[in-house]
């Protein structure tokens, strides 16, 4: 079983209009609403995949409900820790004539450390269950990267393959506590290695200072040209074919859900990095956020190239 945690939970709505005039009336050509947040992002993924997933966190009020209600088709089972405020929303503005995307992102509630000590206890059952636990992007107001560092260390004691995705002081503070994987992307990495990695030799051995610090698995997302991973049987390089993009928010979640499946299976590293990129591909050809088919992935995953760079020594990475 995987277990998603997703302590910011949403309702993501995604607005398209022709032309995003502001300080005007803007009439909405299409609307939809998807349960949102990016552990639930990787929840839906993992689900299609085939895995059993079973997502927690914190919901509230109707929205909560209708976040609960709609991973029911996926067959994702819910296990919640309920608040009575209102779960919040995320609106994406998809301006069709300029070609441009707006985003407001609401705060949510406030968790209070009685609420977050009940969900712990909550967490560590499920965790006990499960063979992955993936933990993905903000936290609601009243915590900080301490919460993700609990959430690691339990798991961790618990013998669970850990994987972190956040971004910010969240994963400063997160990676502390050496959670099995992290995904960072070319930013984050300079912010965690104080690296320029203005080259890709440059970006790997900033991976490698970050894996040898002991975190075991590190995935660095290159967008359209693909991804590496820095692990302790070496260096890999995946790279994807081009494809028409139609929606690239949350690719890199769907990434996480194809590690995630992988590690829960305990397949090899450069077989994970395969499917999950597949998985990510699949995903940017679908207009819903967290979706894709499986017949787009099972198309594109023989045309996915994984090459081993090296090992730790050849490379002498972190020197």
């Known amino acids: 079983m995987i277990l ?46 085939g895995a059993q997933v079973v997502a927690t ?22 296990a ?37 000590r009940r969900f712990t206890e ?5 965790a006990k269950q499960a063979e992955v636990v993936a933990m993905s992007g903000s936290v609601p107001k009243g915590l900080n990267g301490t919460a993700y560092q609990r959430l690691i260390k339990i798991g961790k004691d618990l013998g669970k393959k850990v994987i972190l995705d956040t971004s910010g002081s969240l994963l ?27 080259n890709l030799e440059e970006m790997i051995r900033a991976a490698g200072e970050i894996h040898r610090r002991g975190v075991e698995i590190v ?14 049987t070496g260096f890999y390089r995946a790279t994807v074919p081009k494809i028409h993009a139609v929606n690239t928010v949350g690719c890199g979640d769907s990434m996480i859900a194809g590690f995630a499946l992988g590690l829960s299976q305990g397949l090899p590293v450069e077989e994970i990095l395969g499917k999950a990129s597949a998985i990510s591909a ?10 894709f088919r499986l017949e787009d992935m099972e198309r594109l995953l023989p045309e996915i190239e994984v090459c081993r760079i090296g090992g730790c020594n050849e490379l002498s990475i972190g020197e």
């Open 4 to 49: 998603t945690v997703t302590l910011n939970a949403a309702i993501d709505k995604r607005y398209v209009v022709d032309g995003f005039c502001i300080g005007e009336v803007n009439r909405v050509k299409e609307c939809t609403y998807t349960p949102g947040g990016k552990g639930l992002n990787v929840s839906k993924p993992a689900a299609i995949a």
């Open 57 to 78: 966190g914190f919901i509230g009020g109707h929205a909560g409900s209708y976040i609960e209600d709609s991973l029911k088709p996926f067959g994702i089972k819910s």
């Open 80 to 116: 919640f820790c309920h608040l009575k405020e209102e779960s919040r929303s995320c609106i994406n503005i998809w301006d069709e004539k300029n070609k441009i995307q707006t985003e407001f992102l609401e705060p949510g509630f406030t968790v209070s450390m009685e609420d977050f």
């Open 122 to 126: 909550q967490y560590e059952e499920l």
């Open 172 to 198: 400063e503070m997160g990676i502390e506590a050496l959670p099995t994987m992290i995904k960072p992307n070319l930013d984050e990495i300079r912010m965690l290695t104080g690296k320029p990695c203005d």
């Open 219 to 232: 995935a660095v997302s290159l967008g359209k040209d693909g991804s590496f991973v820095v692990c302790d």
């Open 282 to 291: 699949a995903s940017a050809l679908r207009e819903e956020t967290g979706y």
